[in-house]
DNA sequence: GAAACTAGTTACCTTTATGAAACTACCTTT
DNA sequence: AAAGGTAGTTTCATAAAGGTAACTAGTTTC
């Protein structure tokens, strides 16, 4: 007889489980952590703040990645009619929501990398 | 005069933004926090055990991160002489570490698909 | 002995992610 | 008018990630 994918995980934790993937849809890739990081320390930054605080980033990346967290409503994308024009970006509430998982996941690399 | 890059972060924040990039290199890729999740919830699992609970993932995948976690500490491998032998996966003392990065995770996942 | 189990590996392919550099377009300062 | 600022986009390229399916190799159960 064929072995059945018995899965034995309870309901509760299934549902951790399936947090887990829809957290990393929306969160996954080299940049988005950096720049929510970044955009939760200064409030409110324009795009080339962003491009010259967070280090080795292109443009072009930030700007698609900037984009990705507009449509998932974490970053809010405001133009201010300056002369010249400046674009403001700052974390929408959904956005700010990311403070812990931030909090723990830096202090997890800091501790993982000191105890190397 | 060209402008400077000036980065006005003080150096806790930056320590801070330097805990996410560590920790990112480490846990990014579709699987490996659903992996980690699901030892984290079953304490010890052979491979196949893995195989079948993580919806979706081909057996080299799994087999890869399986390996990559390894290398970095997070997973042990032990194979029990059975017959068939079996591989017994199950987190270290450094995977286990991860509780509260997971649990964080999984939370907002959940959250933020409830507001949708 | 055929079928199913154990734990993977290998080959091949597609898609996504990421990067460097040049370019647009418009405004301001020197 | 030249140089530098604003906020991006476009083009071209490579690297990394991920997926399918077949295959190895030994064990065990029907």
Known sequence: M??????NTSNLCRAQILGIKSAMEILSGKWKLYILGT???HDKMRFMDLLREI???????LSKELQDMEINQLVRRTVVD?????????LTSAGRSLQQVITEVSKWGIEYRDNL
Chains 1, 2 share one sequence.
């Open 2 to 7: 064929k072995k059945q994918a018995v899965h």
């Open 39 to 41: 955009l939760l320390l």
């Open 55 to 61: 280090d080795g980033i292109a443009a072009k990346m």
């Open 82 to 90: 300056t002369k010249p024009l400046t674009v403001q970006y700052e």
